[in-house]
């Protein structure tokens, strides 16, 4: 599927998404997992990389940070720029070149969008260019283990565990919470694979909230099964 068709399908999700994702709980626990990944937002330089509509973009914002911030529907920037003022956002392709300057930001954060996108390399080669010299991606994906595979259930609806099968097995799917979108299932090696050959290293890979056992938010099965996982990935130069 062209990326354009994809960025069609979040502009007509647009609206839906943005009324029901701010503040849902995995929403938060995703959130979450990012904050504790960077731990401090104090004067960085940010990009939010698929944004989406601005939410997370404006709470790095209120954490100290400059954002900037960029997306490939153009619903979802209104919809950002309509309700975060302090935030420069536009609209851009990740398949394409991006329109900052190289050597830029202290951290380019991208928030369950990678897993939308179904070729990465030059999203990847962009970032590399665009951060500073020991800059960070960081990045989180639905995790790739769990996502598609069916919840096994008592005789009380209660979920035990997952049931994994065809793992290894690369494809393309048809989402429908908010809207049709379009999902890539990529085992988490394909990702290690394409981040060590566009220059990085990954420093630390994080599934849940380091404060599990108290954050509210998070669902009681989400505890024992993950349902994001989140790339921390250090733009190193040798000499």
């Known amino acids: 599927m062209k990326n354009k068709d994809i ?25 979450q997992i990012i904050k504790d990944i960077i731990s401090d937002f104090t004067n960085k330089i940010i990009l939010d990389a698929g944004c ?14 400059k954002v900037y911030a960029c997306d490939g529907s153009r619903n979802l920037i209104q919809i950002a720029k309509n309700d975060f ?3 420069e956002f536009k609209v851009c392709d990740l398949t394409e070149s991006l329109p900052y300057s190289d050597n830029f930001f202290d951290i380019v954060v991208s928030s369950l969008t990678l897993m939308d996108i179904e070729y990465l390399d030059e999203f990847f080669k962009e970032t590399y260019r665009i951060l500073k010299d020991d800059g960070k991606l960081v990045f989180t994906i639905v995790h790739p283990c769990f996502f598609q595979a069916e919840w096994e259930k008592d005789s009380n ?4 565990w997952k049931k994994i099968e065809n793992y290894w097995d690369m494809n393309e799917i ?6 049709e979108t379009t999902h890539y299932h990529r085992p988490i ?3 290690t694979k394409k981040l060590k050959e566009s220059g990085f290293t990954i420093e ?7 404060n599990i056992n108290t954050f509210l938010p998070i669902k009681p099965h989400q505890k ?11 733009k190193k130069i040798n000499f």
Do not use: H
């Not at 989406?52 to 940070?65: P, V």
């Not at 609806?157 to 035990?160: E, F, I, R, V």
């Not at 630390?204 to 380091?210: L, Q, S, T, V």
């Open 204 to 210: 630390e890979i994080k599934e849940n909230p380091d």
């Open 85 to 87: 003022v302090d935030v």
């Open 7 to 31: 960025i069609n399908q979040w502009d007509n999700a647009a609206k839906v998404y943005s009324e029901n994702q701010r503040t849902a709980p995995n929403n938060l626990t995703n959130w």
């Open 157 to 160: 609806g209660k979920k035990l």
């Open 52 to 65: 989406g509509d601005g939410f997370f973009s404006n709470e790095m914002k209120e954490l100290g940070a």
């Open 224 to 234: 024992r099964i993950p349902l994001f996982i989140c790339f921390s990935c250090l």
């Open 189 to 191: 090696t394909w990702y």
């Open 174 to 179: 048809s989402l429908n919470y908010w809207g």
